[in-house]
């Protein structure tokens, strides 16, 4: 028989923590970069996986207060440019053709939540642009298309409750 569901569900929250965590590596660089930047040193800064949980988090540490003063005032200059930005910006969602959206993009097989359907999927590439996502549960149904911006990382919670309303529904054609 397969493995248990306590496995694959380990087994999932680890492949989740690892690639929040190469998120979480990747944020503490570019937040590193920009207190520097702004000549700011935060030498506590870290990336702590919760073992137990499998979440990451960027751990912004300890700093003097001179230096927590010197980067209050850049992200308040840096909160007020946004705005005056947004104020001046077209009302028109659609970006300007041939810009660049940075947007997160999960690798194939990952586990994500179509929530526009709420139902929890396996990335399997984009189609378009739309993203095409399988069951979680093999050949418990057919592939569809969702919209990317209402796809989210899914977490090993998400598995147990795809896996528990096919087992619930196996149940049923059983005793009907």
Request: aromatic share 6%; hydrophobic share 40%; net charge negative.
């Amino acid at each position: 028989m397969g493995d248990s569901l306590l496995s694959l569900l380990t087994e999932e929250q680890g492949r989740w923590a690892e690639a929040n965590g190469r998120e979480a590596r990747k944020a503490l660089a570019e937040f590193r970069v920009a207190t520097e930047a702004a000549g700011c040193r935060l030498p506590s800064l870290g990336v702590d996986t919760q073992t137990v949980t499998g979440s990451v988090v960027v751990m912004l540490g300890g700093a003097p207060p001179d230096e927590v003063r010197r980067l209050t005032r850049y992200v308040l200059a840096g909160v007020a440019a946004l705005a005056a930005e947004e104020e001046t910006a077209p009302a028109d969602d659609d970006p300007a053709p041939g810009s660049v959206s940075l947007m997160w993009t999960p690798y194939d097989g990952q586990l994500v939540v179509d929530c526009g359907t709420d139902r929890p999927g396996l990335f399997r590439g984009a189609d378009s642009d739309r993203w095409r996502l399988a069951p979680v549960v093999h050949d418990s149904g057919p592939d569809w298309l969702a919209d990317p911006f209402k796809v989210r990382p899914g977490e090993p919670k998400d598995r147990a409750r795809a896996e528990t309303a096919l087992i619930n529904a196996n149940r049923k054609r059983w005793v009907s």
